[in-house]
């Protein structure tokens, strides 16, 4: 399967973007192999500073979309990113919502479960954090690491306090289509799901966690655990596969994005979530006639104060 984005014109995209997003999607129902998508491709830019321009130009339209989602106040947008460690999670999230306005957002980053939340089921704290109407939300790791260190580490799953005629081989299985479910009534009731996987080689990896360890500044981001789960490598793609394969959707598809290149994976997060405001259709409401004479006769007042 090709994985470079390359030029598409006259397309929606063609204003703000030029990529094709085909490439990056899994479609839906697809058995799909992480080794066939390139995590150092670049589409069709070389560099970082030809991306430079774009990624400024769609700062400021996403900035431009969420006001109008946010004074519309019908849709919500939940974005949730998941990754192998060092990846870029962070930097991407910092890097593409830098210029929205922070009371129309809010980021969520999910740990390991406190005891509270192992009391209720599995889908209760990420339920409790999807944004409201008008609002962009992004979880930082999500209900999918249900389906990721929960299965990769099978003793999590047995501080979950489940009854024991649920934890059968199906299990997973199950959590696929509740989740699928899930997302479906997400959206049926206007909460729009974007799901991004950072696709880091094992190589760039190695050297953002030697960077890590070389640079003081950087020392506080590594974490002994993160080298203990590395060496899972393979058991974390097999279950990012199988995620993939079973929960990309019509509804809420899963983008695999390119991460070796932190600029690229920025550029192509932001040009993907533009397409999927513009989507929307998004409108400023409209003022009745009652409203309008309310602002009229304000309009009046204030004029006449100046006199
Ligand atoms: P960074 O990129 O800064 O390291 P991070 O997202 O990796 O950020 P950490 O605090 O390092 O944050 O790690 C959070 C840990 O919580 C991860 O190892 C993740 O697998 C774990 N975690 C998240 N959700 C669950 C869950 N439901 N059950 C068990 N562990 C979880
Ligand atoms: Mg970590």
Redesign the pocket.
Known sequence: MSTSPTVRKGSIFKEHLIMKHDALIVTPGKKIRLKDFDPGSTGKYQSKDEAREKLEADTSRLAEYQDVLYAQNTYALLIIFQAM???G??GTIKHVMSGVNPQGTQVF?????SAEELDHD?LWRYHKAVPERGRIGIF??S?Y??L???RV?PE?LHTQQLPPETLTKDIWKRRFSEINDFERYLVHNGVEVLKFFLNVSREEQRRRFLARLNTPEKNW?F?A??VK?RACWDDYHQAFENVFSHTSTKWAPWYVIPADHKWFTHIAVADIIISKLKSLHLKYPTVDKDRMQELEKAKQLLEQESQ
């Open positions: 460690d060092a990846a999670k962070d980053s999910f740990k390991a479960p599995y930082n790791r209900y690491e249900e990721l260190v929960v580490h999590f981001k974490s655990n993160d789960e």
